[in-house]
């Protein structure tokens, strides 16, 4: 005759084989998605390399010369002039041509202070 105690096993028992079997339900669903998403992610990598070698491909100086040729009257294409990317005025000026502001002239430059542990710039945040 099964006691109190044996129907708390047997139930003790299925209960962990239920929980058992959804775990590994679970994680057989869950490695099954984990390689699905591994295949996507290998095809977009391939996807990728295979738009790169036809960007690669259609941008060889070559192919684009003859293709310049071949449409030339059509495209009435012309080399790019260096004043058409900057004029000389927008350029900026070499260091030794930079006007020095005024009250500055005579005085120490950043680079160099007298006082090396004296700084230049004060926010006012520290007393020394």
Known sequence: MLKTFDFLMIGAMLTAA???YQIKH???NKAAEVRRLE???????????LLKADRA????????????QAYAAE???VPTEPNQLARPMELPMLKDQVPVP???EGSVSAAAPSDPIKDLITTGSVDR
Do not use: F, H
Not at 39 to 49: G, H, M, P, S
Not at 57 to 67: D, F, G, K, S
């Open 57 to 68: 491909l259609l941008t060889q100086p070559n192919r684009l010369e003859r293709l310049v």
């Open 102 to 104: 005024e009250g500055e």
């Open 26 to 28: 679970n994680t057989d």
């Open 75 to 77: 495209l009435q294409l």
């Open 39 to 49: 295949a996507e992610i290998k095809l977009e990598k391939d996807t990728i390399d």
């Open 18 to 20: 239920t929980v058992t």
